[in-house]
């Protein structure tokens, strides 16, 4: 049995039977020349979205290979395929860096770049499906080599169609980013704007943007290397008008954001904030104290222990606000 405590962010000391890494292009042709793929499998990134309850009774195959290398370059643009196994974080840096922009609402996200597509991470006013050109993936269980443009993939909040049609069918070896030579700046998620009308800053440029978000970050959210967790456990509810205006009568100061078909997302860290969850602790599964929607583990909790917690949090906010709360992160075996 392979202990798979280095490989999820929630530090949860569960075992696999079989853990096959893919450094290198010949380690990912082999893996489809011996693998039996209709034996239970699980393809892990960085492990920073997933929450294991108990041991994994199948195989683990964790893609960690590297490289980037620009494909495509014009005179305001450029495309960059990036490995699958790179850390998200380190891209985004190296990209800012090098005057590459277009990514930096997306700093500190813990995870590698083959995973952004898959759940289409998101953050501060922008998501990953907004600067994807194109993922090039193996098919299961074939080993064909294909690419597929943005699109094409279904991306929506926290979704998209690797975790549908493609679910288990793709394994991603790279993505293809498409950024800007230009600076320029987003700047609508509301917290965002609050710091620079703050620091008195009306036009920040991408490098500020970036400095920004890392620290909000990291005034917020716990640094998973310090105190294990999966960053938001829930998603942000999508709820009808109807609904909304009767617990906007109730609850007049609700966040909200007006999404599509004249429906409104909540924010869920508070709703499980109001409902007193906020910095509680049992053992050492806990809710972070700064961001109601982080569940932590601060040393020893077990995967289930952290999940019976979060189903008592989901009943509570059911319980209250009459809304539902999923789970962002994908919960195994
Ligand atoms: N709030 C509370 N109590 C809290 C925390 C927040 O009432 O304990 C309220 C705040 O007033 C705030 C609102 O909730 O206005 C929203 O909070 P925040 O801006 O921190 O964002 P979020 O909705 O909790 C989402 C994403 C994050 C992303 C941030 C910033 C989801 C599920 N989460 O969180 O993504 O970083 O916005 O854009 O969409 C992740 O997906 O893992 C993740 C961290």
Redesign the pocket.
Not at 121 to 125: D, E, F, L, S, V
């Given at each position: 049995m392979f202990s798979l405590i280095n490989h999820n962010s929630f530090g949860i000391d569960a075992k696999t039977e079989n853990f096959i890494e893919l450094k290198s292009d010949d380690e990912i042709d082999k893996i489809f020349e011996t693998f039996n793929w209709e034996t239970k499998f699980f393809i892990l990134g960085g492990g920073s979205?997933v929450l294991f309850t108990d041991h994994y009774d199948g195989t683990i195959i964790h893609v960690n290979n590297k490289g980037k290398s620009i494909i495509e370059e014009s005179e305001n643009d450029l495309l960059i395929e990036v490995a699958a196994g790179e850390v998200w974080e380190d891209f985004v840096e190296w990209a800012v860096k090098n005057r590459y922009y277009g990514a930096e609402n997306l700093a500190l996200?813990p995870g590698q770049c083959g995973s952004a597509p898959v759940q289409n991470?998101?953050?501060?006013?922008l998501e990953a499906k907004d600067i994807i050109h194109s993922v090039n993936f193996r098919e299961i269980p074939s080993g064909a080599k294909k690419t597929i443009l943005a699109n094409e993939c279904n991306f929506a909040?926290?979704d998209s169609i690797f975790k549908n049609e493609l679910k288990n069918r793709a394994l991603i070896t790279s993505v293809v980013f498409k950024l800007s030579k230009r600076p320029s700046s987003n700047v609508t998620?509301?917290?965002l704007k609050e710091a620079f009308e703050k620091k008195n800053i009306s036009n920040p440029t991408p490098e500020q943007i970036y400095q920004t978000v890392v620290d909000i970050?990291r005034e917020?959210?716990p640094d998973h290397r310090e105190i294990g967790n999966?960053?938001?456990f829930?998603?942000?509810p999508v709820i009808s008008q109807e609904k909304f205006s009767k617990l906007l009568e109730q609850y007049p100061d609700l966040?909200h954001w007006k999404v599509d078909n004249g429906k409104y997302k909540l924010?869920?860290?508070?709703l499980?904030?109001?409902c007193g969850w906020?910095a509680y602790r049992n053992g050492d599964a806990g809710v972070h104290p700064?961001?109601?929607?982080?569940l932590v583990n601060y040393g020893n909790a077990s995967g289930s222990e952290i999940w019976n917690m979060a189903k008592k949090i989901q009943a509570d906010v059911l319980k209250n606000f009459g809304v539902s709360i999923e789970p962002?992160v994908i919960i195994l075996p």
């Open positions: 979205n996200i991470i998101g953050a501060y006013g909040y926290r998620y509301r917290s970050r917020k959210l999966g960053g938001s829930f998603k942000n966040v924010a869920s860290a508070q499980i904030d109001k906020k700064k961001q109601a929607l982080v962002e």
